[in-house]
């Protein structure tokens, strides 16, 4: 059974960081982009970093250089560093795999998800 797990999220003031990571299973996603979206409450799923199969990142503008994505093969892990978190970025944040490597920033590309892991900033 594939399946992809995050973990890291928690209750952090603005300014804070937090490492989200996600483990994947079942698989190997070598050859997967893997991406982070988030969805806030009474919002849409949106996008916010990705990283393909090699050393390209991709992040959204919301992101503004405060978090860095990144991955260990090794470990069939992703990472993603926040850092000067703010209010806005409160959200369950879930961890993507996209096999067809078409779009990073387009859910609808992606095989597989994570059931989320909850992220809260207080001000």
């Known amino acids: 059974q594939v399946r992809l797990l995050e973990s890291g999220g928690g209750l952090v003031q603005a300014g804070g960081s937090l490492r989200l990571s996600c483990v994947g299973s079942g698989r190997t996603f070598d050859t997967y982009v893997m991406a982070w979206f988030r969805r806030a409450p009474g919002k849409e799923r949106e996008f916010v970093a990705a990283h393909d199969w090699g050393v390209n990142t991709y992040y959204a503008d919301f992101v503004e250089g405060r978090f860095t994505i990144s991955r260990d093969k090794s470990k069939n892990t992703v990472y993603l560093q926040m850092d000067s978190l703010k209010p806005e970025d409160t959200a369950v944040y879930y961890c993507?795999?996209?096999?067809?490597?078409?779009?990073?920033?387009?859910?609808?590309?992606?095989?597989?998800w994570g059931p989320g892991t909850q992220v809260t900033v207080s001000s």
């Open positions: 993507g795999a996209d096999g067809s490597s078409r779009g990073a920033r387009l859910e609808t590309y992606y095989d597989y």
